[in-house]
């Protein structure tokens, strides 16, 4: 079904229906209004301006940090994001690492892992295998874990039970 948009009135950072500015105007005693005639900005669709619809859609970082060696070697960036659903997401950037057989991603609590007797492996978060040793990577935090506990990346060597390399988020 067909709706006609509403024409907009910007007032600074504030945005309202020019039938409800109308009315107020009216309603305090200014007399008749005529409609003006509006702006090619008062009507334009600025859903891609950061107040948007588009912004809104968009995950907004909550914590990052480089990666660093402990038993091997990873270089890229580490990022968790928030996504307007709610979840949280990890994501790896110009990330590199020479292999990723038997390479878990977790989260654990501490602030930095420099050496494998630093992790409380009943207090980790698995995200699942690395799926590969170069490139941009992401992996959903599960629902039930609380992302803002988990301050550090660690990959974890499943077979050898050490950790290869980590990132603390900051």
């Not at 480089?66 to 580490?78: F, I, K, L, M, Y």
Request: net charge negative; hydrophobic share 45%; no cysteine.
């Amino acid at each position: 079904m067909y709706r006609p948009r509403p024409t907009l009135i910007h007032l600074g950072s504030i945005t309202l229906p020019a039938a409800f500015v109308l009315a107020q105007a009216r309603g305090a005693g200014a007399g008749t209004i005529a409609p003006a005639s509006a702006s090619p900005s008062a009507t334009a669709d600025h859903s891609s301006s950061p107040s948007g619809s588009a912004a809104a859609s968009a995950p907004v970082p909550v914590s990052m940090g480089p990666s660093h060696g402990v038993d091997g070697t990873a270089t890229g960036t580490v990022a968790l994001f928030h996504k307007p659903d709610g979840s949280f997401v990890i994501t790896f950037e110009d990330f590199t690492i020479a292999s990723n057989a038997n390479t878990d991603v977790i989260l654990v609590t501490n602030k930095d892992v420099t050496r494998d007797g630093d992790i409380d492996k009943t207090a980790i978060v698995d995200l699942g295998p690395l799926k590969g040793t170069s490139g941009m990577q992401d992996f959903a935090v599960p629902a039930a874990a609380d992302a803002m506990t988990y301050h550090t990346l660690v990959l974890w060597d499943t077979q050898m039970a050490h950790a290869i390399a980590a990132a603390p988020l900051q």
